[in-house]
């Protein structure tokens, strides 16, 4: 019996980390599209954007048929219903100031008084699980307190879980978003933001940086991926853990130690992403490449070519280096 | 021609045009300087302690007893124009040479302090150090300004009156007096952490 | 007042004005102006230039953004274009075309004067105008344009981020080019209170003298704030002082505070003679007054002044406390309603009038048009989680464009057909002008209303290419396309504009019956604008007959002619009552020079070379010293 229950128990924590790719791909690529919510949050934002846009339209197609009305009426100086330049004057009273005013306020109050409670930062201590991500100059540092997780560019969070991001930058503003999930937030030197993301369905939702942060700040994409409770539980215990493998001597030797940390081993650097778990993620160069074995050795080879002007300078490496530290990094699950 | 300059100063019913120049620069001068004060007060509710530790409070008695000798030459400054509407050109000139006196004395002693408060604490080491010496030296730069205007009539006034020149006295007149507001809300704001 | 038949008593008098107002020759002419008319022809063509510069950077922008990973330009090259064609648009176009061209040149010829109070002052305006333009365009030939985007956000315009001296052309440009929007300002606010005509008080200004006049009291109070927050840019690039940097108790948002401070002023500033020029166009075309008239006047002062309390609604996003964003909401709220007026009021002159829709009163149709539109998307931003959503996207850049281009632009095309018969005495091709608004009309709406869609779909701004599996590709290629045909639109207006100059039919004075007083002179005026100094009643003195036939009764008399030199009368503030008889400058060399040493100064301070700054300030120093040598009534 107990032989059966140590045989299972890794089976079971392979299958449920399969099972969580499947979602992945069910949800496909995903949008980055305000009107396509998938969160509280983001269900009150897009519904406040229809209700007023179909205001916008009604006050706009009332200024054109004015307009018509001018050229359709352009040989008489009345007002359709009779009047002259009294009456205009009440409708421009009635229409340029007590209509809007009616209307302004019955937004403000529905929006700025009602809607903000949705899309406001959420108090400390309301949300199960706290995350912390600082912006660079072109990647998203992502880490778990409680945990020694860190990542990069790629936010995992459990479905349905209300899930507190703090954030900082490293360098310059940047700004969070993740169209489907919350509104932006703006993230800034010596200040914290802080954003509520709680997705109602599995899934990936992409995000990016916006605010603009320099030469790369077009390639700078966060992959929000939502995952089930157990699945994410997986995920975590896993990115905690430290590297396994034996490191190509040219890992230190091409001085990627010094920019490039993967716990375990000896490289420790604190400019570059964390690369612990780097083979388990989708992208690479915060979104510029999937991330398969060829554009690895593609970047490795001339980071300069994908994403000009990012902080990883070209190394003259051989051709069996960059393959060697290829699968060396592609194995770092 | 003085006197022709002086009558019609004297029978004009609103004010003339470079009088309205001098008032809409001032206004954008006195923006200038709200901006200044304000960055100050902003940069003191953001930080913990003002000023820094390291930095000594400002000093009182010197910046206050010089600043009220700067606001009195406002009444030699507008004696002068009052003098030049009456057609009496010497006395204005007298009247701009005892305030260019004195506010070469005040301009002086305060460089002395600026420079002193250089030595002490630089901009270079903090965002109190950098607004001060940027609020405190755009005053003292002021001031020269209007010292070169008094200066250039002081001169032009050698051959006579003209409504041109009568226009820039009255001018310089308003700018000084503008100077010497500003000269008594920059001193608050620079003392006001030692109140 | 356009006489048939002059009077020889008349007919001396001015052949007198003519002598005394006859201009210098030749390019030394033009190089020592200080006519208002000839001033704002150089910032005409001026602007226009910068105009085909940014549109040119548009372009070549929406190239890169045809299609997804495309590699037209690179990022630093795009990063480039995009900040210089913000920069360009907004303080060598938009503004200087509105203020430096329309506003010279019409200001004092609706308010009957005969030039503006401050004569050399105009012409200074002018050349640090274009020294500033020169100065930063110099960068971009450098290839070290500003590239940190429009409002160069720290810690971005650091050095550490941002070494080159991109950001110091920036800085130091923008610190240039606002003194000249600065003195153009002061000269408008003192030209309309003291050089009216007399009778014309201040109610009865012409409403594009009001909307000057709100334009110019807003760059009065807004320009200091820029102007701080670019010396402090600078003492921390150059001189290593801490405004902006945490770690030495500076503040990031204390720059985002100061720029929107200014910035939104500026879109008012930058809409505002759009109003103006709005406002002439509707009434003449319409044939009647313009709708509750002082309430428009009104709205276009108000609009100035509440533009002053909203500023933090662009910082929505950055984490300022809620209770702060809600304040600013409210705000915005509130400028919405000077606006809505006006709209109204604009279309219901129209209704009630007899409208002939020639070119200028399309433009105007297409400027209303684009305004409301652009109006209602700025309106769906006060809601806070909705402009925390959608700021930053290129939804803000389909609003702003609706109003930059939709409502400042589209009343500067029609106001250049408008006003083209009177600058030029020929008429434009009327048939070409109505195909050219269409086609700018359609280019527009193409290139500017699928950035509202792409930017609810995500596409966040200032991105030099884009991922293909977003959806963005098909609206990006329709805005560019609709970006060329736009520029096909314009290029038909210049074309026809160019072609009528030399070959249109000759225009006589008044060929729209135009209510305001540059009607009531020759096209082009002479230079001394108007033989007799007109006699003004009401706000449309063009349109009151009897006060027309007053004027031709004192050119014969001799009253109010003021033909001893370049003179002109100065009133009372409020009522327009008749003060003095202000003597004038002719031309002077010392504007120019002065422009020069300014030009020094800043490109010694580019360079770090503080000493030469001293030196070039002394020698500005010297030339304004013989600027106030020359006084005008010695002459």
Request: aromatic share 12%; charged share 15%.
């Amino acid at each position: 019996m107990s032989g059966d229950r140590v045989t299972r128990a890794p089976r079971r924590r392979g299958a449920l980390l399969l099972a969580s790719i499947v979602p992945l791909f069910a949800a496909g690529c995903g949008k980055q599209d305000v009107l396509d919510p998938h969160s509280h949050p983001e269900r009150k934002i897009s519904t406040l954007c229809w209700v007023m846009m179909t205001g916008a339209w009604i006050g706009f197609a009332l200024v054109v048929v004015l307009l018509f009305l001018g050229w359709a009426r352009r040989n008489r100086d009345s007002l359709p219903f009779g009047g002259g330049e009294r009456a205009a004057t009440a409708l421009v009273i009635a229409l340029g100031v007590a209509v809007p005013i009616l209307v302004l306020s019955s937004l403000f109050v529905w929006s700025d008084i009602f809607v903000i409670r949705a899309t406001d930062a959420p108090a400390r201590g309301s949300t199960r699980l706290t995350v912390r991500v600082v912006g660079h100059q072109w990647w998203w540092e992502i880490k778990y307190p409680g945990t020694a997780a860190v990542t990069a560019n790629e936010l995992h969070i459990p479905v349905g879980t209300r899930v507190r991001v703090e954030g900082t930058t490293a360098d310059v503003i940047h700004s969070l978003w993740v169209p489907e999930l919350n509104r932006k937030v703006d993230l800034v030197p010596g200040r914290e933001a802080v954003l509520l993301l709680d997705a109602d369905r599995a899934g990936t939702y992409p995000g990016q940086c916006a605010e603009f942060c320099g030469l790369q700040h077009a390639h700078m994409e966060l992959s929000v991926i939502a995952q089930p409770r157990p699945q994410f539980r997986a995920w975590l215990a896993k990115e905690s853990k430290p590297a396994r493998g034996s490191m190509p001597g040219a890992f230190a030797e091409e001085t990627c130690s010094s920019c490039h940390e993967i716990r375990g081993t000896d490289a420790r650097g604190q400019v570059g992403p964390d690369l612990t778990h780097f083979g388990s993620r989708t992208t690479l160069g915060a979104g510029v490449l999937p991330n398969d074995p060829e554009n690895l050795r593609e970047w490795i080879r001339d980071p300069q070519h994908p994403k000009p002007g990012n902080r990883m300078p070209a190394l003259p490496l051989s051709d069996a280096d960059v393959r060697a530290l290829a699968s060396y990094l592609e194995g770092l699950k | 021609m003085s006197a022709d300059a002086a009558r019609i100063d004297r029978s004009r019913a609103a004010k003339p045009n470079g009088w309205w120049g001098m008032a809409v620069f001032v206004a954008t001068e006195a923006t200038l300087f709200g901006t200044l004060v304000g960055t100050y007060f902003y940069l003191e509710f953001t930080n913990p302690q003002w000023p820094p530790p390291g930095i000594p409070d400002p000093k009182v008695l010197a910046p206050l007893l010089l600043t009220a000798a700067l606001v009195a030459t406002s009444v030699p400054v507008q004696v002068a124009y009052s003098a030049a509407r009456r057609d009496r050109v010497r006395l204005a000139q007298l009247a701009l040479v005892v305030a260019l006196v004195v506010q070469a004395v005040y301009l002086a002693l305060q460089l002395h302090l600026f420079l002193d408060d250089l030595d002490t604490f630089s901009p270079n080491a903090s965002a109190y150090a950098s607004i001060y010496f940027t609020l405190v030296g755009a005053h003292h730069f002021h001031v020269v300004v209007g010292m070169l205007l008094e200066a250039w009539l002081v001169v032009r006034l050698v051959t006579g009156l003209t409504r041109y020149r009568l226009v820039g006295l009255q001018a310089t007149a308003f700018y000084w007096h503008f100077v010497n507001v500003l000269a008594v809300v920059v001193l608050l704001t620079q003392i006001s952490p030692a109140l | 007042m356009a006489v048939d038949v002059l009077t020889p008593g008349a007919e001396q008098r001015i052949e007198r004005l003519h002598r005394v107002w006859r201009p210098r020759p030749g390019v030394l002419g033009w190089l020592t102006t200080v006519d208002h008319k000839r001033i704002g022809l150089l910032y005409f063509f001026t602007t226009l230039a910068f105009f085909g510069a940014g549109g040119i950077e548009a372009l070549l922008m929406r190239t890169q953004l045809a299609g997804p990973d495309l590699n037209v330009v690179g990022p630093e090259t795009y990063d480039q274009l995009m900040t210089m064609h913000g920069v360009t648009m907004i303080f060598f176009f938009i503004i200087p075309m509105t203020t430096g061209a329309f506003g010279n040149y019409l200001v004092p010829l609706m308010i009957g004067a005969r030039d503006m109070a401050f004569p050399r002052l105009n012409a200074l305006s002018y050349w640090i105008f274009l020294g500033s333009g020169i100065f930063i365009y110099v960068g971009l030939f450098m290839h070290r344009a500003p590239n940190c985007g429009w409002f160069c956000y720290t810690p971005l315009n650091r050095r550490a981020f941002d070494p080159g001296p991109n950001v110091d052309f920036y800085a130091l440009g923008l610190i240039f080019n606002s003194i000249a929007s600065t003195a153009t300002a002061l000269n408008f606010i003192v030209t309309i209170f003291k050089l009216r005509a007399p009778g014309m008080s201040l109610n009865r200004m012409p409403l594009f003298i009001f909307a000057m006049l709100a334009v110019s009291l807003s760059l009065i109070f807004a320009l200091p704030s820029l102007t701080a927050d670019l010396v402090y840019l600078e003492l921390q690039r150059k001189g290593g002082f801490h405004f902006f940097d945490v770690a030495h108790g500076g503040d990031a948002f204390l720059w985002q505070h100061l720029f929107w401070l200014f910035g939104h002023p500026e879109v008012y500033i930058i809409v505002l003679p759009a109003f103006g020029i709005a406002t002439s166009i509707i009434p003449t075309f319409s044939k009647r007054r313009m709708i509750a008239f002082p309430l428009v006047a009104l709205a276009e002062l108000l609009v100035a002044f509440i533009g002053f309390g909203v500023w933090a609604h662009h910082m929505f996003a950055t984490g300022l406390p809620t209770i702060t964003l809600v304040a600013f909401a409210a705000a915005s709220m509130m400028v919405v309603i000077p606006s809505t007026i006006q709209v109204f009021a604009w279309t219901f002159t129209v209704v009630l009038g007899r409208p002939e829709f020639r070119a200028p009163l399309l433009f105007i149709g297409g400027f209303i048009v684009f305004f409301v539109l652009g109006g209602l998307s700025g309106i769906m931003f006060a809601a806070i989680p909705f402009d925390q959503a959608t700021t930053d996207t290129y939804f803000v850049v389909a609003h702003f464009h609706f109003i930059i281009f939709g409502a400042a632009v589209f009343p500067i095309l029609g106001g250049m057909y408008y006003w083209f018969p009177k600058v030029t005495g020929r008429l434009y091709h009327e048939r070409a002008a109505q195909i050219s608004f269409w086609l700018t009309f359609f280019g527009t709406a193409l290139t500017f209303f699928p950035m509202h869609i792409v930017g609810l779909l995500g596409m966040t701004r200032r991105v030099y290419t884009y991922k293909p599996h977003l959806g963005w590709d098909a609206y990006n290629l329709s805005e560019t396309i609709g970006s060329f045909i736009l520029a096909a639109g314009l290029l038909l207006i210049f074309a026809n504009l160019v072609w009528s100059r030399f070959r249109g039919a000759p225009s006589g004075p008044d060929p729209f019956r135009g209510g305001t007083l540059e009607w009531a002179t020759s096209s082009p005026p002479p230079e001394y604008n108007f033989a007799v100094i007109p006699k003004v009643t009401s706000p449309y003195p063009n349109w009151d007959p009897a006060d027309r036939e007053d004027d031709a009764r004192r050119l014969q008399a001799g009253t109010l002619v003021l033909e001893e030199g370049h003179e002109t009368p100065a009133v009372t503030v409020r009522d327009g009552y008749l003060d003095e008889v202000l003597r004038m400058p002719a031309e002077s060399p010392w504007p120019v020079v002065v422009g020069l040493g300014v030009a020094l100064i800043f490109t010694m301070l580019l360079l770090s070379h503080f000493v030469l700054a001293s030196v070039a300030a002394g020698l500005t120093l010297f030339a304004l010293a013989g600027w106030h040598l020359q006084e005008p009534e010695l002459e």
